[in-house]
């Protein structure tokens, strides 16, 4: 299945950041389109989804109503 490019998306960089770049994408020898592409997705992917944030939220809740065990009441080996 093909992907169609339908966006074009114009940034501007500073020039020691595009030089980077390009060396960046020169020696994973791949376009500069698709190693931002690739850097996008990744960074895109690390991010927390909306059920992490969920999750996140609702352990901050119990926290403040006072639903945690304190660390030095657990007994370690």
């Known amino acids: 299945m093909a992907i169609t490019m339908s966006k074009e998306l114009l940034i501007r960089i500073p020039?020691?950041?595009?030089?980077?770049?390009?060396?960046?994408?020169?020696?994973?020898?791949?376009?500069?389109?698709?190693?931002?592409?690739?850097?996008?997705?990744?960074?895109?992917?690390?991010?927390l989804s909306l059920d992490d944030w969920e999750d996140i939220r609702g352990a901050r809740q119990e926290f403040k109503k006072g639903k945690t065990v304190s660390w030095r009441t657990i007994k370690r080996d």
């Open 15 to 47: 020039q020691p950041l595009y030089e980077r770049v390009k060396e960046a994408s020169d020696h994973e020898y791949k376009s500069m389109s698709a190693f931002i592409r690739e850097l996008l997705k990744e960074k895109l992917d690390e991010r």
